[in-house]
């Protein structure tokens, strides 16, 4: 009873401190976004998301696996030993630890954000007509796909149909190239910047692209100049963020796209299911059906050596590590986002991510599920963000 008393009186505290200290007068595109307006009764407790961030950098920092993409040459020589892990929770709780400050190219991992604004200006049924959302079965890059599949684009996480989604998006190339910069950087919650010797790299051996982008005139699945396309396309890949900024882009699209430091609503709310289902389908190329049933959570690699992945209504984790599988996605990186995902019960497609069939689990476990308006008026009784 004396529970029930402390929580309905953190309930009574909680509302009146949310609706004084947050009038309805806020602007069209601002949310309340502090830890008290944003508070979500499934996120986890600080000190497990510190615990299995930590766990997971040691247990990983020594892998040697895998190796530095080459095909685009400044990738090759990126230091192969680093290494760093983000997690940011959607109400802004961060973690973060190792290289977590080094930019390195978002690359493939631009898709999910460019899909973003494309949905935000056409809507999804439009989006999924001119692009669609069908796994390939085929590599990221692959010229039979285009020729062989009734969309021709196949899914906007693939490069074809990822070019055919930048030319979805209006104005000319110049005001296209500066919205999807200004996009990311909303979801970021920093101003980014394009990395100069990577784009210079990519445009000099972006001839496959090319290709690509002219087998989709053929069969009218493009929907702009396909040089242009393809030239803003390679920019957007040549983005350079930190493992903290990418983890503050997945929360975003886990805080229904609202950003958790900065209150903004990046992405429509309508859109979010819609993202999350392709960065699903395809979201770590060809190896996206293994990904979904060893973690089943929403993600995106990039070759840069990034991976993002989303937890709806909890938090994102971001890690960075160059060497990369044969899929493409970074070893390093898979390893450490399994590994907190399991920690922290992120599996989306298991009824324990939002508490159901808690009794089997440890009892620091079985207290991250108590019930979750108790929980979270528990951890929020103050409107003052927790951090790290």
């Not at 969309?151 to 990822?162: E, K, Q, S, Y």
């Amino acid at each position: 009873m004396s529970r029930i008393v402390k929580g309905f009186n953190l309930f009574i505290v909680c509302c009146v401190l949310t609706f004084s200290i947050f009038p309805q007068t806020q602007s069209r595109n601002r949310v309340a976004g502090t830890a008290a307006a944003q508070c979500s009764p499934v996120a986890p407790r600080a000190a497990e998301v510190r615990a299995a961030g930590d766990e997971a950098y040691m247990k990983f920092r020594g892998d040697t696996g895998g190796k530095n993409a080459d095909y685009i040459p400044v990738l090759a020589k990126v230091d192969p030993k680093l290494f760093g892990i983000g997690i940011i929770s959607t109400d802004n709780q961060t973690y973060s630890r190792g290289d977590v400050q080094y930019f390195f190219s978002i690359q493939s991992i631009s898709k999910v954000f460019t899909l973003a604004l494309a949905l935000n200006e056409l809507g999804p049924d439009a989006v999924f007509q001119k692009i669609g959302s069908e796994a390939t079965g085929r590599p990221f890059n692959s010229v039979e796909a285009v020729a062989d599949m009734p969309t021709h684009t196949g899914n906007p996480m693939v490069n074809a149909g990822a070019i055919a989604t930048v030319s979805l998006i209006s104005g000319t190339a110049d005001e296209k190239w500066n919205k999807i910069l200004a996009f990311y950087s909303q979801a970021a919650g920093e101003k980014l910047t394009m990395l100069d010797d990577v784009y210079k790299s990519e445009a000099a051996t972006n001839q496959g692209n090319r290709a690509l982008a002219a087998l989709l005139v053929k069969y009218n699945r493009i929907y702009a100049d396909p040089e242009e396309s393809v030239d803003v396309y390679t920019k957007q890949c040549s983005v350079g963020v930190n493992t903290k900024q990418l983890a503050m882009m997945g929360a975003t699209l886990a805080n229904n796209g609202v950003n958790p430091a900065t209150g903004v609503r990046v992405i429509k709310a309508e859109n979010i299911p819609y993202i999350l289902a392709a960065m699903s389908t395809a979201g770590l190329y060809d190896s996206s059906g293994a990904w979904a049933w060893h973690v089943g959570l929403p993600a995106k690699s990039g070759v840069g050596g990034g991976i993002v992945a989303v937890a709806p209504g909890k938090g994102a984790v971001a890690a960075f590590a160059p060497p990369l599988d044969e899929a493409g996605n970074s070893v390093k990186a898979q390893k450490a986002i399994k590994y907190v995902e399991q920690k922290l019960d992120y599996d989306v497609f298991s009824p324990r991510s939002v508490g159901l069939g808690a009794g089997a689990l440890p009892a620091r476990a079985r207290r991250a599920h108590r019930p979750g308006l108790l929980r979270c008026l528990e951890r929020r009784s103050t409107i003052r963000p927790l951090r790290f």
